[in-house]
């Protein structure tokens, strides 16, 4: 079974940038679409952001332009580069498989988006 790791959440400021970090331990995940999903508290989870196996990306139309994803399969791992920072991106932000989340969720990492 696939563990998942993520880090690099904080508390920034609008306007700042974060560069969100997920490391996959237990077999490669390098033939998986991967995603990066986040609640906000009161919401329901949401996919944010998806890479193909082949690296191909999607966004949410509400971090088009602003968050990038991208990965590592040399290093099972899946980064979330994040600019332009809002207060509405406050939440805690989490990886799994994209659009079929069937791994195990992680703690997932806060990120927190206030001045």
């Known amino acids: 079974q696939v563990q998942l790791v993520e880090s690099g959440g904080g508390l920034v400021q609008p306007g700042g940038s974060l560069r969100l970090s997920c490391v996959a331990s237990?077999?490669?995940?390098?033939?998986?679409?991967m995603g990066w999903y986040r609640q906000a508290p009161g919401k329901q989870r949401e996919l944010v952001a998806y890479i193909g196996s082949s690296g191909s990306t999607n966004y949410a139309d509400s971090v088009k332009g602003r968050f990038t994803i991208s990965r590592d399969n040399a290093k099972n791992t899946v980064s979330l580069q994040m600019n332009s920072l809002k207060p509405e991106d406050t939440a805690v932000y989490y990886c799994n498989r994209g659009r079929h989340p069937t791994f195990n969720w992680g703690q997932g990492t806060q990120v927190t988006v206030s001045s």
């Open positions: 237990g077999r490669s995940v390098s033939t998986y679409a």
